[in-house]
């Protein structure tokens, strides 16, 4: 049976489904039995929902001009190569 | 962000050999953000966006090479991150992969009772969804503040998967670690980003 801390360390394992079965067994046994690990993998949880959901999880927005400007800086780039 | 309308890549490669104008604006548009993205988790902000297109050079040159072993896009994302690396490595910053468990445990040993059980577990957390953790300004910023605190493999590993969505495998290959130090690095931004929320909600 894992103690706390082995739970706390493979708690991303667990939760993205990346444990083999026996491991899996025993993590299972063990937040069954264990409330602070069920607490501590739930808010593990959580904070990867939050995570994807904060400001910072906003890819950057880029701008039809910013697009020209780099599509002339590859074509610029290609005849260099080829000249 | 994804452009729904972008080609496949049978069919966007040969255009882009044939130095298509069109196909580079479509495939810029579709990319760029995410390119952006990615090099800020590892450079920082001021240079991330002059790292993106540094590599959309790197990426027209290398293509006639492309060997296909990876998906067009993983293979550019993979671009960004050793042009965004090499430009650290000038700056002489480390990007290392070797933070051992001893050395950085993933819970504050004092935490925990010498049978690695519990002694000062953790505690309840006011919110319990992320929009109502979201909804505080200063959470917002312990969040914020958390992930610019994070070495840059780390906070790459935790863009790519809890903020755009990519497979474990596709960001191994793209960050060019193995499976497993891929999940490490995970495991450890999410869990100091979970103690930044906690110092904050869990009192
Ligand atoms: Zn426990």
Known sequence: MPSCKDITEHSSDYLDRNLPWWKRMGYWLHLAMCVHCRRYVDQLKLTIDTIGKSPDATTPNVSPEEIQAIVEKMKRSTKNKDG | ?203
């Open chain 2, 1 to 203: 962000m994804a452009n729904p309308t972008l080609p496949s890549d049978d069919e966007l490669i040969p255009r882009l050999l044939a130095n298509d104008e069109t196909s580079y604006a479509q495939i810029v548009a579709a990319y760029h953000g995410l390119m952006v993205h990615l090099a800020r988790a590892i450079v920082g902000e001021a240079i991330a966006d002059e790292v993106a297109q540094e590599a959309w050079v790197a990426v027209l040159r290398a293509l006639p090479k492309f060997e296909r072993r990876s998906s067009l896009k993983t293979w550019i994302l993979r671009i960004v991150s050793n042009t965004a690396k090499s430009r650290l490595r000038h700056e002489s910053r480390t990007v290392s992969l070797d933070e051992s468990l001893e050395e950085n445990p993933i819970i504050d040993p004092a935490r925990l009772k010498p049978n690695a059980h519990w002694a000062s577990p953790p505690a309840m957390w006011h919110a319990d969804t992320p929009d109502a953790l979201l909804a505080s300004t200063e959470l917002r910023r312990c969040i914020s503040d958390a992930l610019a605190t994070l070495p840059p493999l780390q906070r790459a590993a935790v863009t790519l998967r809890d903020m755009q969505g990519l497979s474990m495998e596709a960001i191994c290959k793209i960050l060019e670690v193995s499976e497993s130090n891929g999940r490490v690095l995970l495991h450890r931004a999410r869990s100091r980003i979970q103690m930044a929320i906690e110092e904050h909600e869990g009192q």
